[in-house]
């Protein structure tokens, strides 16, 4: 797709998001739509990293916990303006995945992967336990909602917007990058390092910057959640949520950055779906326990019978 039409595309579908809260009235609707948005913004990170650098983080719920606790103790604990520590939660989630990535990156492959399992669960454990900074397993309230000049972001209608924008403009800018210079660089990376080294090409800086580019997205999203539920704890952060968006990026199509909103909706109805189902399996805690089973048996199904994924099936019919 070239830049004008996906340009036309993102400002089409602009226009029904607009337009949607006006006809839907249901907050529980509107509420998935929004975790469905900031479940894609995540993804679409993650997306870059894999789909377009051939490398597998499993600790992306650490740069999500770090945009949420860096707005939040921001703004509750120090009272700073909510667009203010957005930017920097954002600046924090690029930074971090810079430092991470300086080591990391000289591993490759099931390596990779583990390393980057291993910070994620460094940043788990440190949310539970520095309660006098992140409020601990009890968690952080008073987080103000963002606000635009008087208007205050505090309904689903207008946080649904905003989550839909940010995202359909990270979809817009992403799809300019992997069609530039440097997304060409980021695919001889992926179909074979020493053959990109050998053209001349820094792989282990590209993967590296890409790396940070991906932190920066996930903090966005994290930030973003903060200030829509206005309270943390983190048990949302933990390996689980890691796994929920590598599958959501393998469901959606590795390869699409269109596929991590796809595989974002997917998730998300499924998750929805399992706890609706709950009560009627008798599961008395809840379903948490039964998701990651239940990702993993989906994402073999997805392997195995559509491995490019939702937006790929979309291709094969054309």
């Known amino acids: 797709m070239g830049a004008r039409a996906r340009w036309a595309v993102i400002l089409a579908v602009g226009a029904g998001v607009a337009l949607l809260p006006s006809l839907v009235t249901s907050r529980y609707v509107l509420s998935a739509l929004i975790f469905i948005a900031l479940n894609a913004i995540a993804a679409l990170g993650l997306s870059l990293v894999m789909g377009f650098a051939g490398q597998v983080s499993l600790g992306q719920a650490a740069f999500y916990a770090i945009g949420a606790y ?8 120090h009272g700073w303006n909510g667009w ?22 000289r591993l490759s492959g099931l390596l990779l992967a583990m390393a980057t399992l ?59 990058l992997v069609e530039s210079r440097v997304g060409r660089a980021l695919r001889a990376v992926r179909g074979s390092e020493p053959a990109a ?15 940070a580019l991906a932190g920066a997205v996930t903090a966005l ?58 009560p009627l399996m008798a599961v008395s805690h809840g379903a948490a326990e039964y998701e990651i089973v239940l990702f993993g048996l989906f994402l073999m199904a997805f392997m195995v019978l559509a491995p490019g994924g939702l937006a790929g099936l979309g291709r094969r019919r054309t």
């Not at 920097?88 to 080591?103: E, H, I, K």
């Not at 080294?197 to 790396?211: H, Y």
């Not at 469901?251 to 706890?275: D, I, P």
């Open 84 to 105: 203010a520590a957005l930017v920097v939660a954002v600046a924090a989630g690029a930074l971090t995945a810079f430092l991470v990535g300086l080591p990391i990156f």
């Open 197 to 211: 080294e050998a053209a001349g090409i820094d792989t282990t800086g590209l993967k590296l910057r890409v790396f």
């Open 221 to 278: 999203a994290g930030s973003l959640y903060a200030h829509y539920l206005t309270f943390i704890n983190p048990s949302p952060f933990g390996f689980a949520y890691s796994i929920e968006l590598v599958v959501m990026v393998v469901v959606g199509g590795v390869s699409s950055l269109w596929g991590a909103v796809l595989g974002a909706a997917a998730v998300v109805v499924l998750v929805e779906a399992l706890r609706a189902a709950a």
């Open 70 to 77: 860096v707005s939040g103790v921001l703004t509750a604990s």
């Open 118 to 176: 291993g910070f994620g669960i460094i940043v788990y454990y440190v949310l539970v336990n520095w309660s006098a900074v992140t409020g601990g397993p009890s968690g952080l309230t008073g987080i103000p909602p963002l606000a635009i000049g008087r208007l205050v972001l505090d309904t689903d209608a207008r946080v649904f917007r905003l989550t839909w924008g940010i995202l359909l403009l990270l979809l817009g800018l992403t799809g300019n």
